[in-house]
């Protein structure tokens, strides 16, 4: 009974702060760029984010003609399984988790990897050259970075001696992993950014040259899926960015272990968003070749000396 | 335990047969990708957890997106006239009939076998490191070679003459 209130508690947490994340980068945007933002509805504007949700449902839901029909309807409903099953694995507090799994971070990478299908699927069955050219981009954009997001974590895990979160967590009772794993996090963080294609990293769907990439042709619940997808995947990284590397729910007792959880990754989803309104996008070649060419080599020196340094204190 | 392995098995041989018999590609490849999907669940079931998180990271994950892409690129997603002359029912006679051979052989196998149940312990990723880098050391090597030849390969073929003359100036 508990297990389930946990399970429940989580969907719902998720996907509150995925909704309410739409406000929130609206008004720290236009914070940052010196205007008011959305403040009409509600108190503080909150009530934007209701009025956007009834505003996705009853929109008209149109599937193109000459889409290819069921690929089409699946592809959305992939991305939010994909990113709301990792959710699972993230511990809130001491006994306050979904999913013990011994395998934690290969669950994360096994779903992040079933990701790409949502997005590359949805461009294809879109039958739209704009939407294929996306889906090309993505599919490239997300295996490149995929393969040293997981090359970042293993400095993590070797230091845990675990792919189990939980345990991942108790092992930063010393000292959080930021400290001897700071090349590992900020690989990772790159590699988040371009796993969740957002700014500066949006290459799959930039607007300004492919209209909205491989969700040209998607309209009505379908485009919101994709939409709730794209916060509840910047939460899900910052999630595990401050369970991997700034101590997940540890923190002084004062405050309760959940709400410790909570403030790490809230700040670092305002990171994502500061990064959204100050970053320029790279081009297309550029963005491959800083994958390769530096994070792939950074990443495995990371790897390499991480291992040397155990193997010599043991 | 059972009924999820029950699951798990139904949906493989469902999904393989749909992967085999679909006319566009994509929907085959889809296809496949839930057959290697529910082959992991197998392997979770049987306790060999990190067997089956690589099966879904590399197979279902990595390598069926680069078929995907491939597929995508050679735009060979639409049905084509040349296949569907191929799916009429001689064509599956002298395959069906091999198939049904190795079935037959199957099943005696399975019944005259002396069936043990697995060995029901947890296999841990540090066993899979360790049995890698001791007993399998010669395998891991080699696989490796291997996948070397083929980036070397791959840069061969990717790789492009440098120009130097100017653009409107090239001489071929």
Redesign the interface.
């Known amino acids: 009974m508990n297990h389930i209130l946990i399970i429940v508690g989580v969907l719902v947490l998720a996907l509150t702060i995925a909704a309410g994340l739409i406000w929130v980068e609206r008004r720290l945007l236009s914070l940052w760029q010196d205007r008011l933002g959305p403040n009409r509805v509600g108190p503080l504007g909150l009530g934007q984010v209701l009025a956007d949700m009834i505003k996705l449902f009853f929109k008209e839901d149109w599937i193109p003609p000459f889409a290819d029909k069921p690929v089409f309807v699946l592809a959305p409903g992939i991305l939010v399984l994909t990113i709301l099953l990792t959710f699972a694995i993230i511990p809130f507090g001491p006994h306050f988790y979904v999913f013990n799994s011994n395998i934690g971070i290969l669950f994360f990478l096994g779903n992040s990897s079933l990701g790409v299908y949502s997005i590359v699927l949805g461009g294809w069955a879109s039958n739209n050259k704009y939407s294929m050219i996306g889906a090309m981009r993505a599919s490239a954009q997300m295996l490149t970075y995929e393969v040293f997001m997981g090359l970042s974590l293993m400095g993590v895990v070797m230091m845990a001696d675990s792919f189990n979160l939980n345990t991942i967590v108790e092992a930063q009772k010393g000292g959080w992993f930021i400290i001897p794993q700071f090349i590992g996090f900020v690989v990772f963080f790159i590699a988040g950014v371009a796993e969740t294609h957002r700014l500066p990293f949006d290459i799959p769907e930039a607007e300004g040259e492919l209209v909205a990439g491989y969700h040209s042709e998607y309209s009505g619940m379908k485009f919101g899926m994709f939409f709730v997808g794209e916060y509840l995947g910047i939460t899900l990284i910052s999630a595990l960015i401050a369970t991997l590397f700034f101590g997940g729910w540890l923190g002084p007792s004062f405050l309760p272990p959940f709400v410790w959880l909570m403030i790490k990754t809230f700040f670092f989803i305002g990171i994502f968003i500061l990064l959204r309104a100050s970053l320029p996008r790279p081009r297309y070649d550029q963005l491959m070749t800083f994958g390769w060419k530096v994070l792939l080599p950074l990443a495995l020196l990371n790897l390499l000396i991480t291992g040397a340094i155990l193997i010599f204190l043991k | 335990m059972n009924i999820f392995f029950y699951i798990a098995a139904t949906v493989a041989i469902t999904t393989t047969i749909l992967a085999i018999s679909r006319r566009?590609a994509?929907?085959a490849l889809?296809n496949l990708?839930l057959s290697l999907l529910s082959i992991s669940v197998v392997l979770y079931l049987l306790d060999a957890?990190?067997i089956?998180?690589?099966e879904?990271?590399i197979y279902?994950?990595?390598i069926m997106?680069?078929f995907?892409?491939v597929t995508?690129?050679l735009n060979i997603?639409l049905e084509n006239k040349q296949e569907k002359k191929w799916y009429n029912p001689r064509m599956w006679f002298v395959a069906a009939f091999f198939a049904g051979i190795l079935f037959l052989d199957l099943i005696l196998a399975v019944k005259n076998a002396q069936i043990q149940p697995v060995a029901a312990q947890?296999i841990?990723?540090k066993q899979v490191g360790i049995s890698m880098f001791t007993t399998y050391l010669l395998a891991v090597e080699i696989a490796a070679v291997l996948l070397m030849a083929g980036i070397i390969g791959a840069f061969h073929l990717g790789s492009q003459e440098k120009k130097v003359m100017h653009r409107f100036l090239e001489k071929k």
């Open positions: 566009n994509i929907h889809l990708i957890q990190f089956a998180a690589l879904v990271i279902a994950g990595a997106v680069l995907i892409f995508m690129i997603g947890v841990h990723s």
